[in-house]
């Protein structure tokens, strides 16, 4: 486990200790419904979200050492986490050479769609064929 692994489980540890387990959790599931009920509206009027994989582009390894910053680029795909949905994140380029990906969500239970999206984007694009000139070849 890595030192943002053990983090979050140490906080969690520490939190059911003193008390706060309770009003926490009931905070979150309330959230988390809120963000579910807000992504089940918005399909109803789409097939699929096309986002950001995340906010920033990619960084150089070891460029980022804070956890907060390397918390943030976590932004886009933490709603559909918590929302329970099926995401995937496919190449779409690179700014400065760094890699850029982007997300397709779709609504619960319908991975397949998520497949379907991403690879109708893949045969549209070269992408993922595209080796990054500072990381090397692709896979």
Sequence with gaps: MGPGG???????AYARSGGYF????RQGKK???LVSLAFD?????VYAIISPTSPSVAFPMGARSDPLSMYL???????TNLAGLPGISVPCGFVDGLPVGLQVIAP??????????????????DFHRAASPVVGTAA
């Design 41 to 45: 509206a918005v399909f109803q009027d």
């Design 108 to 125: 619960r239970f319908e991975d397949a769609r998520v497949f379907r999206v991403a690879h109708a984007y893949e045969q549209a694009t």
């Design 31 to 33: 959230g988390r419904t």
């Design 73 to 79: 680029c976590d932004a886009c795909t933490l709603p």
């Design 22 to 25: 309770e009003p926490y959790i």
């Design 6 to 12: 053990k983090r979050v489980g140490v906080l969690g």
